[in-house]
């Protein structure tokens, strides 16, 4: 999830000297590189108090299987909250630390960061450091490969506790819960992280279509909450409503089936080694420092203020800070694109590209059509001339038929006359 620390901003050089120091000191890291730090720190506080509950069924060592590790971050919590609770404690650490995320679907920096991280193996280096330098490497039993090859090969009803944190995307989450049912012991815990929302929040054909969309992290509808749709979606279909604490999530496993547990949250605080990182942190990006997440296209897409504004590259260098509505007017709604998110972003700007095509097509259909109608227009006007003339011939020509008849009338008409008034003219002359 790309969650916001300062790797939302980088300052790379600054967050590699921190590693780099970390590792020359032999202390663990858990920083914005490699986002060795993964989901909000927050979230830690809540697995010593699950780690109490294990404790009030359970005597004895605990047994723990923890489904993706990444850089060790919550191993090391899991482990020394046991420690603290005065217990024998080991952990099995299973995940493939290989890339993970499909690049041409999660289009974030994060994931592509990720990739290289587990690509170059630096990740796994940086784990095996930070169990060593936080003292657990010997209560770790690594178990790397895919969860969904290794899990079946694991000996049934053997954990006291199982951390389900590694793929997102549905069918891994509920193969992994699955195999977690048979995993773990009667009365034991099963717990995860990323359910920001329960499948009953978010209407069922938004959720299927976010499911299917095998997007890590998003948001469906007009709904601006950010979750991970197939955490939300496998744990409905497997456990049911299960007990949830700003996205991290447990239920205890009683004879078959899932009772929701009550965690005692009162003064609890952050484990060290994520204090320390929390502590060593340069300010983090807070919601109103604009960062420019990159360009699509003809556009800037800018995060602020929990929204993804593109802002069109003709419009030359804009502080989105001067307020959405002031840009809006000053630019116009052609240079500005608003959205929840990048892909609301991603979306409009295939839109506006569409548009422009049709726009296009259809100036170009309107040309034809006008000249079409021009050539018409003329070959009409010639017809019509043609038509005048020979109307006006034909009517020259009946006016000439009109006025010899009426002169051949007129020489009849006095030649009979002529005959009636003097017929002796006619003897006379023969
Ligand atoms: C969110 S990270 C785990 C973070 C860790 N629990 C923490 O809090 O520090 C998810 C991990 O799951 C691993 N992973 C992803 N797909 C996996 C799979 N199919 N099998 C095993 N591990 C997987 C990744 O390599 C990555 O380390």
Same mark, same amino acid.
């Given at each position: 999830?790309?969650?916001?620390?300062?790797?939302?901003? +980088?300052?790379?050089?600054?967050?590699?000297?921190?590693?780099?120091?970390?590792?020359?000191?032999?202390?663990?890291?858990?920083?914005?590189?490699?986002?060795?730090?993964?989901?909000?720190?927050?979230?830690?506080?809540?697995?010593?108090?699950?780690?109490?509950?294990?404790?009030?069924?359970?005597?004895?060592?605990?047994?723990?299987?923890?489904?993706?590790?990444?850089?060790?971050? @919550?191993?090391?919590?899991?482990?020394?909250?046991?420690?603290?609770?005065?217990? *024998?404690?080991?952990?099995?650490?299973?995940?493939?630390?290989?890339?993970?995320?499909?690049? +041409?679907?999660?289009?974030?920096?994060?994931?592509?960061?990720?990739?290289?991280?587990?690509?170059?193996?630096?990740?796994?280096?940086?784990?095996?450091?930070?169990?060593?330098?936080?003292?657990?490497?010997?209560?770790?039993?690594?178990?790397?490969?895919?969860?969904?090859?290794?899990?079946?090969?694991?000996?049934?009803?053997?954990? #006291?506790?199982?951390?389900?944190?590694?793929?997102?995307?549905?069918?891994?989450?509920?193969?992994?819960?699955?195999?977690?049912?048979?995993?773990?012991?009667?009365?034991?815990?099963?717990?995860?992280?990323?359910?920001?929302?329960?499948?009953?929040?978010?209407?069922?054909?938004?959720?299927?279509?976010?499911?299917?969309?095998?997007?890590?992290?998003? +948001? !469906?509808?007009?709904?601006?909450?950010?979750? #991970?749709?197939?955490?939300?979606?496998? !744990?409905?279909?497997?456990?049911?409503?299960?007990?949830?604490?700003?996205?991290?999530?447990?239920?205890?496993?009683?004879?078959?089936?899932?009772?929701?547990?009550?965690?005692?949250?009162?003064?609890?605080?952050?484990?060290? #080694?994520?204090?320390?990182?929390?502590?060593?942190?340069?300010?983090?990006?807070?919601?109103?420092?604009?960062?420019?997440?990159?360009?699509?296209?003809?556009?800037?897409?800018?995060?602020?203020?929990?929204? !993804?504004?593109?802002?069109?590259?003709?419009?030359?260098?804009?502080?989105?800070?001067?307020?959405?509505?002031?840009?809006?007017?000053?630019?116009? *709604?052609?240079?500005?694109?608003?959205?929840?998110?990048?892909?609301?972003?991603?979306?409009?700007?295939?839109?506006?590209?569409?548009?422009?095509?049709?726009?296009?097509?259809?100036?170009?259909?309107?040309?034809?059509?006008?000249?079409?109608?021009?050539?018409?227009?003329?070959?009409?006007?010639?017809?019509?001339?043609? @038509?005048?003339?020979?109307?006006?011939?034909?009517?020259?020509?009946?006016?000439?038929?009109?006025?010899? #008849?009426?002169?051949?009338?007129?020489?009849?008409?006095?030649?009979?006359?002529?005959?009636?008034?003097?017929?002796?003219?006619?003897?006379?002359?023969?």
């Amino acid at each position: 999830m790309p969650f916001k620390t300062a790797s939302a901003l +980088s300052t790379p050089m600054a967050d590699r000297n921190r590693l780099a120091q970390s590792l020359l000191r032999g202390e663990a890291y858990f920083g914005p590189t490699m986002a060795a730090l993964q989901g909000p720190p927050q979230r830690h506080r809540f697995l010593l108090p699950t780690a109490k509950k294990i404790c009030e069924k359970f005597e004895g060592p605990i047994r723990i299987l923890e489904i993706g590790s990444w850089a060790g971050a @919550s191993s090391v919590t899991w482990v020394k909250a046991f420690i603290e609770l005065g217990r *024998p404690v080991t952990i099995d650490c299973l995940d493939q630390w290989a890339p993970y995320f499909d690049l +041409s679907r999660e289009t974030h920096a994060h994931y592509t960061r990720m990739n290289e991280a587990a690509a170059s193996e630096d990740i796994y280096a940086l784990f095996l450091h930070n169990l060593r330098a936080e003292g657990i490497d010997d209560r770790v039993n690594i178990l790397r490969g895919s969860s969904k090859k290794i899990l079946p090969n694991l000996k049934a009803e053997a954990y #006291h506790l199982i951390y389900i944190d590694g793929s997102h995307l549905y069918p891994d989450v509920l193969s992994d819960i699955g195999q977690a049912k048979r995993l773990i012991l009667n009365r034991g815990i099963i717990c995860g992280d990323d359910l920001e929302i329960q499948a009953d929040e978010v209407p069922a054909h938004e959720l299927a279509q976010a499911v299917e969309s095998r997007l890590d992290y998003t +948001s !469906v509808g007009s709904d601006p909450r950010f979750f #991970h749709p197939g955490v939300t979606a496998a !744990v409905a279909e497997e456990l049911g409503v299960v007990s949830a604490w700003g996205g991290y999530w447990a239920i205890r496993w009683e004879r078959g089936k899932v009772n929701k547990i009550v965690l005692d949250l009162t003064k609890v605080n952050l484990p060290a #080694h994520i204090q320390r990182a929390v502590d060593q942190e340069p300010v983090l990006p807070d919601e109103d420092t604009p960062v420019l997440i990159r360009t699509v296209g003809e556009f800037n897409l800018i995060s602020f203020k929990g929204q !993804v504004i593109g802002i069109h590259l003709s419009s030359g260098p804009i502080d989105v800070r001067e307020g959405i509505p002031s840009i809006l007017e000053r630019l116009g *709604p052609d240079k500005v694109l608003i959205g929840a998110n990048e892909d609301n972003i991603l979306c409009g700007i295939a839109l506006r590209k569409k548009m422009k095509e049709l726009e296009d097509r259809q100036a170009k259909v309107a040309e034809r059509v006008e000249s079409r109608i021009m050539e018409t227009d003329a070959a009409l006007r010639k017809d019509v001339q043609q @038509s005048e003339a020979r109307q006006t011939e034909s009517v020259e020509l009946l006016r000439q038929q009109v006025a010899e #008849h009426s002169r051949i009338l007129t020489d009849f008409t006095r030649g009979v006359v002529g005959r009636l008034l003097f017929p002796k003219n006619k003897n006379k002359s023969r």
